[in-house]
């Protein structure tokens, strides 16, 4: 989502309407012609016991509320009209302000006196639940703080399908378990402040070039089959909607040639019925493409409220949306829900009691400047209030930042230093940036350490501890060649050691990095900045070569990982504002590294199936089939027998563990294939669904109105309100009803059906600290499904993590692993269900330190056994 970008880009960028979905059906796929199927109406929130009370609250509002003060919630006042990257209108009669939302998952995008916590790669390859929580209470703190209702995280999607894919460092991994894990959590802590948490972009978002529709062009279409997009690119928003998230973000892209923003099978019959979402929808920014269309698909708020044509004061909702009501093209009552969605979500996190409004700016550092920038004229005054919100959470993100850290390889154990070791290190990635601190807007560019990736999804950097900085403090004998050119002059010793620093960098596509439009057109999966040739020239002179790694995911390491010289490889992954003491902590043995990769590396790009490549072409929509279906990451790699270089999960330690007294106990017996029938609905708000009086839309008396700033009056409703008497008629899309579907069987509560969360069994296993050294353990289990199920599933997939506390040498821990009814189901496309086998026969679970390494067995009737 840009925030910041030139209005002539904006007006490159302009989003078109599109034609409404037609009918089909998701799990008949067509690769020749994916259609996205009509399901309408949109089901109304608040039938869920736990929003009941928030529901009561808003519905007393709501029924008092005029058809403008409604519409005002629904739409932003458009890009740069205030403080937040979007703001909605307010109800200044009910006490309820314009809602602000912000930027971005690793912190609160560019203001001041904020933390700039490691990003959703790093915080994934801590494999560490208790971090991810903590980290997500203090990004609430601080969003809170600065007076944001809504922080734009986490990200789930895209999900790592294309390893050079722009923003995968935003998410957690390339598992959707590990994703599921990692929003969860976040959310819970997030919204445990009372801050809102959205969870992004639903769905698709893979590659980050030519996602966008414009006036040229349509934004790709990801065309994903049902079981696929249950099975993997779903389930960490069904773990984030059970987490009783508050917002989620659509897409830009089409799903099945059905943009995102008026895909009703994926807002209205997916999202809201089948996973039985209570919050608000919201269009990530200029993804809105239609009035009407998304309103009836399911959309509840557009983002940041622009028409076709952004600063031009107009909106596809705003005025036009108070004319659809007026008109009768959109029934009241689905009005009525989305101002009662948005509403429930403010008192459910009880932003209603003393919630700070916005303290900052993200326009401007100055402490006064325009209220509202886009306006050509505009009231002066004091919009940064420079509120400091970063509390203790520096020890959170070097916490995070220094728990990620991934050992990938020790010969000799090098590893960890000596602070007398004599070091000289190379390399621009392991210095500051020469042109100063944030000197680029977004982090669009790659200068010094890469702390984190560009685009949206950053904050600015507090201050930055380099690896420079942390090294020199530790060590008196540490030699610094900050280039990327190896020094000619340099000299080696026996006892020298090298320590290299090379990165990887990607980013959103509105800012192109040195060839590079987001996603890793032009660097591919190799080290930017010559970083290969400059290992390789260190392994010409020194003996002993530790190689240090930023990056935003996978790197292709072949050039050098075998050279003799290079002893130690680490990846830092994307460490945020401390990222020096954090590697330090590691490298100098302060602590055990106990990261472990989220992703798989490879030997070579090629491994990879050829279907998760960039797709680029001139003219029409690009057609991205994703016929690899739920073979991505690991579970391509094992099932075409392909080694990689490092596998899925794989990160060493400086101590070592063993694993004994495994034992597997069922706790809710499977004694049927299909989850036991769902609840029925609870009751949601009822109101008259009749049309407003005209009067309601109508500009209030000596109203003096900004410019380009989006209302939702007319200047003469009462012509509007006379064609819903009138013989003419809205041409609705296919399918359209006002009648309610029955109640997915899937469904019945946040997430889809509660027994699907059954812990159907439940491993524990003894895990021993068999070293000489301190550390920290990572148990992953993966389950086999059985062929018994008639479907080609992966061999092995990751259903649950545990980590263990710090156990000294000798100290041991018992882990506990659960398996929930859906850890073992696939999703039955004819039936519409989640389906296991009964009793769980066949199904095998495995536990160990990657995907590949295997300590325990069990299988489903018999007995565990030590590998």
């Given at each position: 989502?840009?925030?910041?970008?030139?209005?002539?880009?904006?007006?490159?960028?302009?989003?078109?309407?599109?034609?409404?979905?037609?009918?089909?059906?998701?799990?008949?796929?067509?690769?020749?012609?994916?259609?996205?199927?009509?399901?309408?109406?949109?089901?109304?929130?608040?039938?869920?016991?736990?929003?009941?009370?928030?529901?009561?609250?808003?519905?007393?509002?709501?029924?008092?509320?005029?058809?403008?003060?409604?519409?005002?919630?629904?739409?932003?006042?458009?890009?740069?009209?205030?403080?937040?990257?979007?703001?909605?209108?307010?109800?200044?009669?009910?006490?309820?302000?314009?809602?602000?939302?912000?930027?971005?998952?690793?912190?609160?995008?560019?203001?001041?006196?904020?933390?700039?916590?490691?990003?959703?790669?790093?915080?994934?390859?801590?494999?560490?639940?208790?971090?991810?929580?903590?980290?997500?209470?203090?990004?609430?703190?601080?969003?809170?703080?600065?007076?944001?209702?809504?922080?734009?995280?986490?990200?789930?999607?895209?999900?790592?399908?294309?390893?050079?894919?722009?923003?995968?460092?935003?998410?957690?991994?390339?598992?959707?378990?590990?994703?599921?894990?990692?929003?969860?959590?976040?959310?819970?802590?997030?919204?445990?402040?009372?801050?809102?948490?959205?969870?992004?972009?639903?769905?698709?978002?893979?590659?980050?070039?030519?996602?966008?529709?414009?006036?040229?062009?349509?934004?790709?279409?990801?065309?994903?089959?049902?079981?696929?997009?249950?099975?993997?690119?779903?389930?960490?928003?069904?773990?984030?909607?059970?987490?009783?998230?508050?917002?989620?973000?659509?897409?830009?892209?089409?799903?099945?040639?059905?943009?995102?923003?008026?895909?009703?099978?994926?807002?209205?019959?997916?999202?809201?019925?089948?996973?039985?979402?209570q919050g608000f929808v919201v269009t990530d920014w200029?993804?809105?493409?239609?009035?009407?269309?998304?309103?009836?698909?399911?959309?509840?708020?557009?983002?940041?409220?622009?028409?076709?044509?952004?600063?031009?004061?107009?909106?596809?909702?705003?005025?036009?949306?108070?004319?659809?009501?007026?008109?009768?093209?959109?029934?009241?009552?689905?009005?009525?829900?989305?101002?009662?969605?948005?509403?429930?979500?403010?008192?459910?996190?009880?932003?209603?009691?003393?919630?700070?409004?916005?303290?900052?700016?993200?326009?401007?550092?100055?402490?006064?400047?325009?209220?509202?920038?886009?306006?050509?004229?505009?009231?002066?005054?004091?919009?940064?209030?420079?509120?400091?919100?970063?509390?203790?959470?520096?020890?959170?993100?070097?916490?995070?930042?220094?728990?990620?850290?991934?050992?990938?390889?020790?010969?000799?154990?090098?590893?960890?230093?000596?602070?007398?070791?004599?070091?000289?290190?190379?390399?621009?990635?392991?210095?500051?940036?020469?042109?100063?601190?944030?000197?680029?807007?977004?982090?669009?560019?790659?200068?010094?350490?890469?702390?984190?990736?560009?685009?949206?999804?950053?904050?600015?950097?507090?201050?930055?501890?380099?690896?420079?900085?942390?090294?020199?403090?530790?060590?008196?004998?540490?030699?610094?060649?900050?280039?990327?050119?190896?020094?000619?002059?340099?000299?080696?010793?026996?006892?020298?050691?090298?320590?290299?620093?090379?990165?990887?960098?990607?980013?959103?596509?509105?800012?192109?990095?040195?060839?590079?439009?987001?996603?890793?057109?032009?660097?591919?999966?190799?080290?930017?900045?010559?970083?290969?040739?400059?290992?390789?020239?260190?392994a010409e002179r020194f003996s002993q070569v530790v190689?240090?790694?930023?990056?935003?995911?996978?790197?292709?390491?072949?050039?050098?990982?075998?050279?003799?010289?290079?002893?130690?490889?680490?990846?830092?992954?994307?460490?945020?504002?401390?990222?020096?003491?954090?590697?330090?902590?590691?490298?100098?043995?302060?602590?055990?590294?106990?990261?472990?990769?989220?992703?798989?590396?490879?030997?070579?790009?090629?491994?990879?199936?050829?279907?998760?490549?960039?797709?680029?072409?001139?003219?029409?929509?690009?057609?991205?089939?994703?016929?690899?279906?739920?073979?991505?990451?690991?579970?391509?790699?094992?099932?075409?027998?392909?080694?990689?270089?490092?596998?899925?999960?794989?990160?060493?330690?400086?101590?070592?563990?063993?694993?004994?007294?495994?034992?597997?106990?069922?706790?809710?017996?499977?004694?049927?294939?299909?989850?036991?029938?769902?609840?029925?609905?609870?009751?949601?708000?009822?109101?008259?669904?009749?049309?407003?009086?005209?009067?309601?839309?109508?500009?209030?008396?000596?109203?003096?109105?900004?410019?380009?700033?989006?209302?939702?009056?007319?200047?003469?409703?009462?012509?509007?309100?006379?064609?819903?008497?009138?013989?003419?008629?809205?041409?609705?899309?296919?399918?359209?009803?006002?009648?309610?579907?029955?109640?997915?069987?899937?469904?019945?509560?946040?997430?889809?059906?509660?027994?699907?969360?059954?812990?159907?069994?439940?491993?524990?296993?003894?895990?021993?600290?068999?070293?000489?050294?301190?550390?920290?353990?990572?148990?992953?289990?993966?389950?086999?499904?059985?062929?018994?199920?008639?479907?080609?599933?992966?061999?092995?997939?990751?259903?649950?993590?545990?980590?263990?506390?710090?156990?000294?040498?000798?100290?041991?821990?018992?882990?506990?692993?659960?398996?929930?009814?859906?850890?073992?189901?696939?999703?039955?496309?004819v039936v519409q269900d989640w389906k296991t086998v009964?009793?769980?026969?066949?199904?095998?679970?495995?536990?160990?330190?990657?995907?590949?390494?295997?300590?325990?067995?069990?299988?489903?009737?018999?007995?565990?056994?030590?590998?």
């Open positions: 989502m840009p925030r910041w970008v030139p209005l002539a880009l904006l007006i490159a960028t302009m989003p078109c309407s599109l034609a409404s979905p037609t009918t089909s059906s998701l799990n008949k796929r067509d690769l020749d012609e994916p259609i996205s199927p009509p399901y309408y109406p949109a089901p109304n929130g608040g039938w869920v016991a736990k929003w009941a009370d928030a529901y009561e609250k808003a519905h007393a509002v709501v029924s008092n509320l005029t058809l403008a003060e409604k519409v005002n919630l629904t739409t932003g006042t458009g890009i740069y009209m205030g403080p937040c990257a979007g703001q909605t209108g307010s109800v200044p009669r009910f006490g309820i302000p314009s809602i602000c939302l912000h930027d971005s998952p690793l912190g609160v995008r560019n203001t001041d006196h904020n933390t700039a916590f490691p990003p959703g790669i790093t915080v994934g390859a801590t494999f560490d639940k208790s971090l991810m929580y903590e980290r997500g209470v203090a990004l609430g703190e601080e969003a809170r703080g600065k007076g944001v209702n809504v922080l734009l995280g986490p990200s789930v999607g895209p999900m790592g399908r294309k390893p050079r894919g722009g923003r995968n460092w935003e998410g957690f991994g390339f598992d959707p378990v590990l994703q599921g894990v990692g929003a969860a959590e976040t959310i819970k802590g997030m919204q445990s402040t009372g801050a809102i948490a959205c969870i992004k972009h639903l769905i698709g978002n893979e590659q980050e070039m030519h996602r966008m529709s414009s006036v040229i062009t349509q934004g790709y279409s990801s065309n994903i089959d049902d079981r696929t997009l249950h099975e993997f690119y779903l389930w960490p928003f069904a773990e984030g909607v059970r987490a009783e998230v508050g917002s989620v973000m659509i897409a830009y892209n089409d799903v099945n040639k059905s943009a995102c923003s008026h895909n009703s099978k994926l807002i209205n019959g997916i999202l809201k019925d089948e996973l039985g979402f200029l993804a809105h493409l239609g009035g009407v269309s998304s309103a009836l698909a399911g959309l509840d708020m557009s983002m940041p409220g622009d028409g076709a044509i952004p600063l031009f004061g107009d909106s596809y909702w705003g005025p036009e949306l108070s004319r659809s009501v007026l008109n009768g093209t959109v029934p009241t009552e689905r009005l009525n829900d989305m101002a009662t969605r948005i509403l429930a979500v403010w008192f459910k996190m009880g932003q209603d009691q003393d919630y700070p409004l916005p303290n900052f700016s993200s326009n401007t550092e100055h402490e006064k400047g325009p209220l509202y920038p886009g306006a050509l004229i505009s009231p002066i005054g004091v919009v940064n209030q420079f509120v400091n919100v970063q509390g203790s959470h520096n020890t959170t993100a070097r916490a995070v930042a220094r728990d990620a850290v991934t050992l990938l390889k020790n010969e000799g154990d090098l590893l960890p230093l000596k602070r007398n070791n004599s070091l000289k290190i190379f390399g621009t990635d392991a210095g500051p940036d020469p042109q100063g601190l944030n000197s680029c807007a977004d982090k669009g560019c790659n200068r010094g350490v890469l702390t984190m990736g560009w685009g949206s999804g950053t904050s600015k950097l507090p201050y930055l501890i380099t690896p420079q900085e942390a090294i020199a403090n530790i060590s008196s004998t540490a030699e610094f060649y900050i280039t990327d050119s190896f020094p000619s002059s340099v000299e080696a010793n026996d006892e020298d050691i090298a320590i290299v620093f090379i990165n990887s960098d990607s980013g959103e596509n509105f800012i192109t990095v040195d060839g590079n439009p987001g996603d890793r057109k032009s660097s591919g999966l190799h080290a930017w900045h010559n970083g290969d040739d400059l290992v390789k020239a260190a190689v240090v790694i930023h990056t935003v995911g996978p790197i292709i390491l072949e050039e050098w990982i075998d050279l003799d010289p290079v002893k130690a490889v680490l990846i830092a992954h994307l460490p945020g504002q401390e990222a020096g003491y954090s590697l330090t902590d590691i490298l100098f043995g302060d602590h055990s590294p106990s990261g472990h990769i989220p992703y798989t590396i490879p030997y070579q790009e090629s491994n990879y199936p050829s279907s998760v490549g960039l797709l680029q072409q001139p003219f029409g929509q690009i057609q991205d089939d994703y016929t690899e279906g739920l073979y991505i990451d690991y579970r391509h790699f094992l099932k075409e027998d392909i080694k990689p270089r490092y596998p899925f999960g794989h990160g060493l330690s400086y101590t070592s563990f063993g694993y004994s007294n495994p034992s597997l106990s069922i706790v809710t017996p499977l004694d049927s294939v299909y989850p036991p029938a769902r609840a029925a609905k609870g009751q949601t708000p009822t109101y008259p669904n009749t049309i407003p009086p005209a009067s309601e839309a109508a500009w209030p008396s000596n109203f003096k109105g900004i410019w380009r700033y989006i209302y939702p009056y007319l200047d003469n409703p009462a012509s509007d309100a006379a064609v819903a008497n009138s013989s003419k008629t809205y041409p609705y899309p296919d399918g359209y009803s006002t009648t309610p579907k029955p109640a997915p069987r899937a469904g019945g509560a946040e997430g889809g059906n509660p027994a699907l969360w059954d812990v159907a069994f439940s491993v524990k296993v003894t895990v021993r600290n068999t070293g000489r050294r301190p550390g920290r353990a990572v148990a992953q289990l993966y389950v086999e499904l059985p062929g018994s199920l008639g479907l080609d599933t992966p061999s092995r997939q990751l259903r649950q993590f545990e980590k263990t506390k710090i156990l000294e040498p000798g100290a041991s821990e018992v882990l506990t692993l659960d398996i929930t009814r859906k850890d073992v189901s696939v999703w039955d496309i009964v009793g769980g026969e066949g199904v095998k679970i495995y536990v160990g330190e990657s995907v590949l390494d295997e300590r325990v067995e069990c299988e489903v009737g018999g007995q565990c056994s030590i590998l």
